[in-house]
């Protein structure tokens, strides 16, 4: 317990919600902005308040298919950031936006021009861009970026019908997450981060099994006909937008154990872009060299089927990346620390934050393979970039003089 | 920090769940080699089983996609009816996921008043 003790010195708080239990490294950033607008219109407690309708957010863009593990990547992304992520207090139950004190996550599902119904008549997916409003997904992102409240759609999963719009107030981080948050040009270019989740097949089909088996009316064939039908409308429409991604990360089946099928042993592999504003890759004992790594052997102790790394620099759409891999998975915490130990520019703020938020979502899928590890990674890459930015933005008096 | 961390265990059930041999319990195990009806059935106990209306959905729609694709499984009709499984899909395991979270009334007290002595928890 003394990890969930340490973790809170490193969250950030909204300065929006009255907080009686400030701590110092909590308020660090507050006390820079307070000290710069302290001397125009308000101070002390007062200046909280304003400088959080002022706020600019940072909007980051995660795209992936349904069922392939968004939900998951956000609950560690807000995590990262401290507190947990609920529904809207007091709204609509089916509601699709996650609120935590510094980050709000919206579905882009809820820009859906074309309920259920719609669909249907038309002969059109959700995956279809006919099925869904970019005008507005655009004017709402845009509208959020420049610091103002939207009324937002909710479509809502259960009925497949448009419920009337919830209000959502402009946060630190605001995530749009779902299946286009990179296809419209108008609303890419409003990204600070995006990444995009790669989930091949094999890999599909098998999470698909683990989700959908115990449904009753499903079976091997339906989840197998459901990901085929689909399939056209994902490869036209979805997974071209991870050219645009700044972080891919792809899942594959494992390499370590012939003919592996199953999908229980993954492969995954984190494509980092070079020459991202605010973004600095990880990398593996030296930057920008080409390195395998086994990590099992005198020192350290794996069971089968191992853990294997890999590292270096390729190109990926004609963009020049950097790509970690880790194929197997961890069985034990001292695995998980090694490795945390040998990586590098992993823009943690004290030694073992990886593994302390691995180990504190134990209980989320992937926690124990690399899907967990480059989520949290990239989690904490955002803080980073996040910090990056309000930085930037204090030091820039232009910026703060726009009220 | 490393000290203190070695000693907890990586090993929660669902952690674990990827494991073939401890996962006889877990949803997982049972992935393509052991697709029989009744095998399922019996592992989907373990967890809470989708609110009844979204089954329903579900399973209805499943219905009336094989037979919207029974004409010609290339049509945009085929594909809008399965899309439609998988969204009741996504939304059952939703669904399910929330029902497991509120299940233990002290966590869910705890999340909303975490500094209660009820919901007070020790270094050691």
């Given amino acids: ?403 | 920090m490393a000290s203190t961390l070695t000693n907890v265990g990586l090993s929660t059930p669902a952690a674990l769940q990827a494991r073939p041999q401890l996962a006889g319990a877990g949803r997982v195990g049972a992935v393509v080699a052991f697709a029989r009806r009744a095998r399922f059935a019996a592992v989907r106990a373990s967890g809470p089983s989708t609110p009844p209306d979204i089954s329903d959905k579900m399973s209805e729609s499943i219905d009336k996609a094989k037979e919207a694709c029974a004409e010609d499984n290339a049509s945009g009709e085929c594909a809008a009816a399965w899309d439609e499984v998988e969204e009741l899909s996504a939304a059952a395991s939703h669904a399910r996921d929330k029902l497991k979270e509120n299940s233990d009334p002290l966590e869910k007290y705890c999340k909303e008043n975490p500094e209660t002595d009820e919901c007070r928890t020790y270094d050691n």
């Fill in chain 1, 1 to 403: 317990m003394a990890i969930s003790s340490l973790h809170a010195t490193t969250s950030l708080h909204s300065p929006c919600t009255t907080n009686t239990s400030f701590r110092q490294n909590q308020v660090i950033f507050f006390t820079t902005r307070s000290s710069r607008r302290g001397s125009t219109r308000h101070g002390g407690a007062r200046t909280f308040q304003v400088s959080c309708s002022v706020d600019k957010p940072v909007v980051i863009g995660l795209a992936a298919d349904s069922g392939c593990g968004k939900s998951t990547f956000m609950r560690r992304l807000t995590s990262v950031f401290g507190g947990a992520a609920e529904p809207p207090k007091g709204g609509n139950p089916d509601s699709n936006t996650l609120i935590s004190d510094t980050t709000t996550v919206i579905c882009l599902d809820d820009y859906h021009s074309l309920d259920r119904t719609g669909r249907k008549e038309k002969g059109v997916t959700a995956l279809d861009p006919r099925a869904n409003d970019f005008d507005l997904m655009y004017e709402q992102v845009k509208a959020i970026k420049e610091g103002k409240a939207i009324e937002k759609p909710i479509y809502n999963h259960v009925t497949g019908l448009l419920d009337p719009p919830e209000l959502i107030q402009p946060p630190k981080i605001f995530v749009i997450e779902g299946l286009h948050p990179m296809f419209d040009e108008r609303v890419r270019d409003l990204l600070d981060f995006s990444i995009y989740l790669d989930i091949s097949d094999e890999v599909k089909f098998a999470w698909k099994i683990q989700r959908d088996m115990a449904e009753r009316g499903h079976s091997l064939e339906s989840i197998k006909a459901s990901i085929e039908a689909r399939k056209p409308d994902f490869d036209a429409f979805i997974d071209p937008q991870k050219q645009y991604a700044d972080a891919v990360i792809e899942v594959l089946p494992t390499q370590l154990i012939p003919d592996d099928n199953e999908g229980k042993v993954l492969r995954v592999k984190l494509i980092m872009k070079e020459g991202v504003k605010n973004f600095n890759p990880v990398y593996l004992f030296d930057e920008g060299s080409s390195i395998t790594w086994v990590p099992c052997g005198r020192k350290l102790t794996c069971s089968y089927p191992g853990i294997k790394f890999a590292y270096g620099p390729d190109t990926y759409f004609g963009n020049e990346v950097s790509v970690l891999e880790m194929d197997g998975q961890f069985d034990r915490l001292d695995e998980l620390i090694y490795v945390e130990s040998h990586l590098s520019n992993l823009s943690t703020k004290f030694y073992g934050e990886v593994t302390q938020q691995m180990l504190k979502h134990a209980d989320f899928p992937g926690s124990n393979n690399g899907t967990g590890l480059f989520q949290t990674i990239i989690g904490l890459k955002i803080r980073d970039l996040y910090e990056q930015i309000i930085a930037e933005r204090a030091g820039a008096p232009t910026e703060a003089a726009k009220v």
